[in-house]
């Protein structure tokens, strides 16, 4: 019988956005749709090799993290995983640093990120290892509420991350804020990756940020937008009518104004009617040059 263990830790589950759609052929597609993501691998036009290849590059993304975090675990199944670990720390870098890469790579992913109850196998070996628990059922809850590439988290996420690591925590305060879903005006906590898009245990307090700083997270932020919105990778995404409501969504709330404090003229919450690489770098120069960018002025604090 395997050994089992018990403990406290941070968990992010995430899940690809439309695989379900389009491995069951719910989704029309036409040549141009597959070309972006299959014909570098010389193979046949259909859903089920366009889902073989996002999976592929959804592993890919994974096994690469993993090297990078020693004190991490994943565990893959089919389009969605679990990552966890003691180390809330290292969970919160790893869902920026993933899901970051993820819609670079062409591919929605939508997260829950949560802190309790992790029960696991102790003992690695070709079947993967498994977790149970209150933590992990969150995660998984969160992934589904809300439309768009967001990572939920459970109201008490921040204060476990102050409580495990308090300088870290410091820093990264902004990340972690409500957010009003507009389908049913509820608020949910949400972990903002897409912020800080390049987050590292080195980060600068997100709170003090100087212009220069908050600028160049912003024409980030700003880019990671354009590319779901103009990358002929994310075609099949918007053949479908909730795939489409995904992509705008994403492209809404990563392309929002005056966040950091920095108003900007790329206010977008559409997609464009003709994807294209050179569209994407077209309007990633105009992100870099353009020169109307202004910095208001911080919330006032009351004080009694």
Not at 249 to 278: E, M, Q, Y
Request: aromatic share 10%.
């Amino acid at each position: 019988m395997e050994l089992i263990s018990k403990y406290d830790g941070a968990v992010f589950y995430v899940d690809i956005l439309g695989m379900k759609a389009l491995t069951n052929n719910k989704i029309d597609l036409a040549d141009e749709d597959y070309s972006h993501w299959l014909d570098q691998y010389r193979l046949e036009h259909t859903n089920q090799y366009l889902a073989a290849s996002i999976l592929a590059e959804f592993r890919k993304i994974l096994i690469n993290l993993d090297n990078d975090f020693e004190d991490v675990t994943i565990s893959q199944l089919s389009d969605c995983a679990f990552v966890w670990s003691k180390n809330i720390t290292n969970i919160v870098l790893f869902a920026s640093k993933f899901m970051t890469t993820a819609i670079t790579s062409g591919i929605l992913c939508r997260g829950g990120l949560t802190y309790g109850e992790i029960i696991e196998t102790n003992q690695n070996h070709k079947l993967g290892r498994f977790i149970v628990g209150k933590a992990v059922t969150d995660a998984a809850k969160l992934e589904g509420v809300a439309k768009g590439a967001r990572v939920l988290i459970d109201i008490d996420f921040p204060h476990n991350l102050w409580q495990y690591d308090k300088k870290f925590a410091e820093k990264v305060i902004p990340l972690f804020a409500p957010f009003t879903n507009p389908l049913d005006y509820t608020d949910y906590d949400e972990f903002k990756w897409y912020l800080c898009p390049d987050l590292s245990i080195a980060v600068s307090n997100l709170s003090i940020l100087k212009d220069e700083e908050k600028l160049n997270l912003t024409k980030k932020r700003l880019k990671i937008a354009n590319k779901v919105r103009c990358s002929p990778k994310f075609n099949w995404n918007g053949k479908s009518n909730e795939g489409l409501v995904q992509l705008k969504a994403t492209i809404n709330f990563i392309a929002a104004d005056s966040l950091l404090n920095v108003s900007h003229n790329f206010g977008w919450n559409d997609v464009v009617p003709k994807r294209a690489d050179a569209t994407v770098i077209k309007i990633n120069k105009l992100i870099d040059e353009d020169e109307d960018y202004k910095f208001l002025q911080e919330p006032q604090q009351l004080t009694e």
